[in-house]
């Protein structure tokens, strides 16, 4: 009876040292399988970034080439685009009525100026000189008074005068700008100034 009780008891060490083995090798394999689950998700992670990398190269090109063909087919030779419109700085100098008509053979009409940023771009255009914008003083029949208001027939809204402007009713076109970067005012006729011509991209 001694010796199978001590038979079950160096099998039951063998067996329980053989559960230890194989409870080791498990926990090594679950190891091994999450490392390599691990390694698959970076390899996996790593590739759809790259693809993803290279599909942002491939739209940042495209989108490139669209705005290179939209200036091409938007504005004509000597036009420069800005915004939603083209500009047209001329060379010669004319009065203002003169200036306005060669615009509108152009297609377009003088610079009307909606906004601060516009306001920055045409007195870039304007700095070797004043040039004659689409801003005049008007009498108004419905209202019988004088008022300045744009070639459209808009409203002044946004103002960027030189201070002291406007003053005198005699001076009923506006001009831009001078070295501050400010519209000043002109006759319709005697000035001669270049002129910015304005027409938006369809």
Not at 57 to 75: A, G, H
Request: charged share 30%.
């Amino acid at each position: 009876m001694m010796t199978g009780i001590f038979l079950l008891s160096v099998n039951f060490t063998l067996l329980q040292t053989r559960y230890d083995q194989l409870s080791k090798n498990n926990s090594q394999l679950q190891d091994e399988v999450k490392q390599l689950i691990n390694r698959t998700e970076v390899t996996l992670l790593q590739t759809r970034y790259d693809q993803l990398s290279n599909n942002n190269s491939q739209l940042q090109d495209e989108v490139k080439k669209l705005k290179d063909r939209t200036k091409e087919k938007c504005c004509p030779d000597g036009w420069t685009i800005f915004g939603c419109s083209c500009y047209f700085k001329s060379k010669e100098e004319k009065n203002w009525y003169d200036s306005r008509a060669d615009c509108q053979q152009r297609g377009a009409d003088l610079v009307i100026i909606n906004n601060k940023e516009e306001q920055e771009f045409v007195t870039e255009l304007s700095k070797d000189g004043e040039s004659w914008i689409g801003l005049r003083y008007e009498w108004t029949q419905g209202r019988y008074q004088w008022k300045w208001e744009w070639v459209d027939g808009s409203p002044l809204t946004e103002k960027f005068w030189a201070a002291g402007l406007p003053r005198d009713e005699s001076y009923h076109v506006a001009k831009c700008c001078d070295q501050e970067g400010k519209w000043t005012q002109g006759y319709y006729i005697n000035d001669n100034k270049n002129w910015i011509c304005e027409k938006k991209i369809i």
